[in-house]
């Protein structure tokens, strides 16, 4: 009985030396663990907080780019200074970046970046609307994984990310270059000049020219149904930025739910053109300055002589006679304008010739006076007889939204389905009156090409 009991002993302290055994390397196991968790956790913040600062750097950088180098130059300085605002390594150390840290490109993708440093002439910088940030490796120390053999006591983690234009401010709608008018003059359009966009083509009188608002890939054309344009149409953005030499992809042809959509500027609102208030204001100043009203605010109280014609006279491309609906028409060359001034329809609602005053009417416009001329220009008013609020129900409205941004393009190539056409400026046009949806009427006044090649747009990133 007691050698039984003496052997049982024995076995028991064995067993114990085993589960210490076992603890011990447990133990170990469970540091190395917790270690990994705890380094882990440290990279994954760093990861994060340097994630954050490509971001803003980003974003900031790329809001600058116009298209010229000095937007370059902007880009620079903006994204060094978004980036040195965030911290890393547990908020514990500025994160500082360089142009070298920097690219541009035309599209978001790798493929279409180069060095930023690399871009020194406009020309370069002409189609460049991306900004690639990447804060580089930065190395940090691990704390507890390193107890364990084999293991390197730093690692290293970055940030990167790619900015750009997304929502470009452009109103789907191009309008082609007109012959020269023998005057000062933009792509042939006058400043404080109105034209009939439905004339503004070599196709004849009746035909707008539409872009796809989501792509100006040669030939790929995702947008062409009239509901599917009407969003972009209503808020007056596409997807892309139209660069000048580059091509847009053109449709023919117009329904009246989108020249619809263009009143969503005066508060119009219906089931036709669908536009939504909250992502399609109306204007601040709804005043409409048609050529025939008689009421107070009307084109006749600024104008000497009283407007016959909304819009400036459009002739036969080939004879100056009667512009026919099967033919190309041109605005009536300064040559050809009568003496009465009646020719130009309706001046200066909005804009003007650059430096011209009103005193300049008579030589600029022969047989016309600015009587009365509001100052500033009667759409820019805030109250008065130039101005109107818009609707209660849709207030308060958004400045500027009746100057549509348009492109303004070669049209011997424009036409038909998802043609290309070249971009030769984007001018600046402000709606005078209402579309007209089934005349086909757009009456815009043209108040200059874009000061920089690239629109203004909203930004996003992409990677």
């Not at 903006?78 to 599209?107: D, H, P, Q, Y």
Request: with cysteine.
């Amino acid at each position: 009985m007691s050698k039984h009991i003496k052997c049982n002993t024995h076995g028991m302290q064995r067993q114990r030396g085993a589960v210490a055994l076992i603890v011990a390397i447990c133990l170990v196991l469970l540091v190395g663990m917790l270690g990994l968790v705890l380094d882990l956790g440290h990279l994954y913040v760093t990861k994060t907080e340097l994630q954050n600062a490509a971001d803003s750097s980003s974003l900031s950088g790329a809001r600058e780019l116009n298209g010229k180098v000095t937007g370059i130059n902007s880009a620079i300085t903006r994204a060094i200074e978004a980036a040195g605002k965030n911290n890393f390594n547990l908020n514990s150390t500025a994160v500082t970046v360089n142009a070298s840290n920097m690219w541009v490109g035309s599209c978001p993708s790798d493929g279409c970046m180069v060095p930023i440093s690399s871009v020194t002439t406009d020309a370069l910088a002409g189609d460049k609307t991306f900004l690639k940030v990447d804060t580089g490796l930065r190395t940090i120390n691990t704390w507890f994984i390193q107890v364990l053999p084999g293991v390197a006591n730093t690692t290293q983690t970055f940030g990167m990310a790619v900015a750009g234009k997304y929502a470009v401010d452009i109103t789907p709608i191009a309008i082609c270059e007109q012959p020269d008018p023998g005057t000062v003059h933009e792509l042939g359009f006058e400043r404080g000049v109105s034209y009939n966009v439905q004339y503004a083509n070599p196709l004849g009188p009746g035909t707008l020219f539409w872009i796809d608002p989501e792509s100006n890939a040669p030939g790929v054309c995702p947008v062409i149904s009239t509901n599917a344009t009407l969003p972009y149409v209503c808020t007056g953005k596409v997807g892309f930025t139209p660069i000048i030499g580059d091509t847009v992809n053109t449709n023919t042809g117009v329904s009246v739910p989108q020249l619809a959509a263009l009143n969503s500027r005066f508060g119009d609102y219906t089931p036709q053109n669908k536009c939504d208030v909250a992502t399609a204001p109306p204007d601040t100043n709804v005043k409409e300055y048609i050529y025939s009203n008689t009421g107070v605010g009307a084109p006749r109280d600024w104008m000497g002589t009283d407007p016959d014609k909304q819009s400036i006279l459009f002739v036969d491309r080939a004879t100056n006679g009667a512009c026919k609906p099967s033919a190309p028409c041109k605005p009536v060359p300064y040559s050809l304008r009568a003496a009465s001034g009646t020719d130009y329809g309706v001046l200066w609602s909005g804009f003007r010739r650059a430096g011209a005053t009103v005193a300049q009417w008579p030589t600029l416009y022969p047989g016309n006076t600015a009587t009365s001329y509001p100052e500033p220009s009667p759409y820019a008013q805030g109250s008065g007889n130039f101005f109107t609020a818009p609707p209660v129900s849709v207030q308060p409205g958004k400045q500027g939204r009746r100057v549509l941004n348009m492109v303004i393009i070669d049209c011997t190539t424009a036409g038909g389905v998802c043609r290309p056409a070249t971009v030769l400026g984007v001018g600046r046009f402000l709606m005078q009156t209402r579309s007209v949806p089934t005349a086909k009427d757009v009456f815009v006044e043209f108040g200059g090409l874009l000061p920089t090649p690239l629109p203004t747009s909203d930004i996003k990133l992409y990677r």
